[in-house]
């Protein structure tokens, strides 16, 4: 019973992992443009299905597909940025029409070139079983990266801390006219802030392709447990939306253990509503956007 | 001519709607699933234009709807006429679960309704004893025979969604050109300032919110004793909810007819031409024209066309 439990929490930190590096992206972009971009999970989907092309034609390693899925999920993050600045009148439900539509877009593109079918890599190297504290089991993608994460997150962490752009992204989403009186460009700190949340798009996607399943509808279901994940930690800090995922994670694996595979969105769903009512700014306070 | 407009187009789509194509079961099928999109689209319309709020989760209230209904003449022998009101009855008790979300604003309301529909979907699907679970529900009571007409004849659905939309259309424009309307307006504006001079901005929303929800309810009752058939994937599909907003938009959500209209253009033009061009992922479509329609003409299309007409109708007078 204990081992069982411990198992499902270790599965669900390391899902954590991947997790945190999708919600990090969507709260990046929150924060210096107050939109929640709805096509977001489609750029992981896209990054998974770039590393299944690469592979199944040209029997690249998924990890060798990361340059290819970078350029590919980065120029079209440029692209949802540049059709979302060009709305000027009703912002809020402009973007997020905008955005949901680009997300139907971009699934039903991936369900047209590779149809539904479920797919996975065929590489042995990253499924092979890797045993923690002699008593807990993982794939070695889930730890690879998990780790490769972890170090990616701590980039950005340091970026958005110690570098003058990494700054201009936190004064943006802090006081938007402040940072411009300060000598901060915004349209170009706004794209910055696209393209890092894209970097985190690819790895989390290479990450899902290596180490779970992908299928077309998986973008859709990676925004809202992003959002989720966002509203559960309060866009605070990187920090805190990592612990959020983590949370997720292991809510749901606990789930999947114990009661049922099919209810394991419905605990992050209902999760995702008790917080939203109850403390609306999240488990970490703060009415804060991630940058700060 | 504004005037004789809307008694014409509703006696050509009573009368010569089914005179036209009711010797044609696929033809009237596929106008009653577009009407059924339609009647989704108003309710989605008039919370998104009135309540300003953008709900990406109107399939719950759809779901909740179809199943009400279906369940109720089933166990209990109501007549599915009766089954329309109370289905809808039941989209806006359901909805009276949702408004703690009110409180909430722009993406926080329309993924809050978003997990409610999946939370739904997933009681529908573990209450295997009311709704049958995943197997679903088989042969739902179909529409009587009333004065003659066959309600349950594709022709015979057809008149009953068409009256549902008429009255939904009709409702919100009523709703729109009354006080309420007005103070809705407003709220659009500044809320904070509608507020200050004493409109219940949340009681307002409230009920806009269960007002849209009971319209889908009885929507989805009615598609439950059309097609008589439920599964929860089907009642609570995503399509119930992105068809009608793909069709309020581009009809103009903003107008009373636009979401109609669009829902008929959108929905024609994707099972007859879309589906057949590309069988799998033909919604592509549809996430084009949102995107189009958003950058380049985001009041949709009844605007752009009122607009002609006026220009016309002036050079005319001229």
Redesign the interface.
């Known amino acids: 019973m204990l081992s069982l439990t411990l198992q499902a929490l270790f599965s669900g930190v390391l899902a954590g992992g991947y997790y945190a590096m999708v919600a990090v992206g969507l709260a990046l972009v929150f924060g210096t443009m107050r939109i929640?971009n709805?096509a977001h999970g489609e750029l992981v989907l896209l990054a998974a299905y770039v590393a299944y092309a690469a592979e199944s034609q040209y029997g690249l390693n998924p990890v060798m597909a990361i340059p290819f899925a970078l350029v590919i999920v980065g120029a079209s993050a440029a692209l949802v940025y540049a059709?979302l600045s060009?709305?000027d009148?009703?912002r809020?439900?402009?973007s997020?029409?905008?955005t949901?539509?680009?997300?139907?877009?971009?699934?039903?593109?991936?369900?047209?070139i590779w149809?539904?079918d479920i797919h996975s890599t065929t590489a042995p190297w990253f499924q092979e079983s890797v045993v923690v504290a002699d008593t807990l089991f993982a794939m070695r993608s889930e730890v690879v990266f998990f780790v490769g994460g972890l170090v990616l997150m701590a980039g950005v962490h340091g970026w958005l801390n110690h570098s003058w752009q990494g700054r201009a992204v936190r004064a943006l989403s802090s006081n938007r006219n402040a940072a411009k009186l300060m000598g901060v460009n915004p349209r170009r700190t706004e794209i910055l802030s696209f393209l890092v949340a894209a970097l985190l798009a690819t790895f989390a996607g290479i990450a899902i392709y290596t180490g779970k399943t992908i299928f077309?509808s998986l973008g859709?279901v990676m925004t809202?447990k992003a959002?989720?994940i966002t509203?559960l930690a309060g866009m605070g800090s990187i920090p805190g939306v990592l612990i959020g995922a983590v949370m997720i994670g292991c809510i749901e694996s606990l789930t999947v253990t114990y009661v049922s595979a099919?209810?394991q969105?419905?605990a992050g769903?209902?999760l995702?509503?008790v917080v939203?009512?109850v403390m609306?700014s999240g488990l970490f306070g703060g009415r804060k956007a991630i940058a700060r | 001519m504004k005037r004789f407009l809307v008694p014409a187009a509703l006696a050509a789509a009573y009368v010569a709607v089914p005179l036209a194509f009711g010797g044609n079961p696929y033809v009237m099928g596929l106008i009653v699933a577009a009407l059924t999109i339609g009647g989704i689209a108003v309710a989605w319309a008039l919370l998104g234009n009135l309540g300003g709020m953008v709900s990406f989760g109107h399939a719950a209230f759809f779901g909740v709807g179809s199943y009400t209904s279906a369940v109720l003449s089933m166990k209990l022998g109501v007549p599915p006429l009766a089954g329309l009101l109370l289905g809808g009855l039941g989209a806006a008790v359901a909805s009276i679960a949702t408004m703690p979300a009110l409180r909430l604003k722009g993406p926080y309301f329309a993924l809050a309704i978003l997990a409610y529909a999946h939370i739904f979907q997933i009681l529908a699907t573990e209450m295997t004893g009311v709704t049958g679970g995943a197997g679903g529900l088989l042969s739902i009571p179909r529409f009587p025979t009333l004065l003659g007409v066959d309600l349950g004849s594709k022709t015979g659905g057809y008149i009953i969604i068409l009256t549902i939309v008429v009255l939904s259309a009709a409702a919100y424009a009523a709703i729109r050109r009354s006080a309420w309307g007005l103070a809705l307006k407003a709220m659009h504006d500044t809320e904070i300032a509608t507020r200050v001079i004493g409109v219940p901005s949340t009681h307002l929303k409230a009920a806009m919110l269960a007002l849209s929800a009971f319209i889908t309810g009885v929507v989805g009752a009615f598609n439950a004793h059309f097609i008589n058939f439920l599964e929860p994937d089907y009642a609570f599909s995503g399509t119930w909810t992105v068809l009608p907003i793909a069709a309020a938009i581009f009809g103009g959500y903003r107008t009373v007819w636009g979401p109609v209209i669009g829902a008929l253009t959108i929905y024609l033009l994707d099972q007859l031409v879309f589906k057949e061009l590309m069988p799998h992922g033909h919604q592509f479509v549809l996430g084009m024209l949102l995107v189009g329609m958003i950058l380049f003409s985001p009041g949709g299309l009844a605007p752009i066309l009122g607009r002609r007409l006026e220009g016309r109708v002036r050079h005319a007078h001229a």
């Open positions: 929640i709805l059709l060009r709305i009148q009703d809020e439900i402009n997020l029409i905008l949901f539509g680009l997300g139907i877009i971009l699934t039903n593109a991936v369900l047209m149809a539904a077309p859709h809202v959002f989720i509203v099919s209810l969105e419905l769903m209902i995702f509503l939203l009512f609306p």
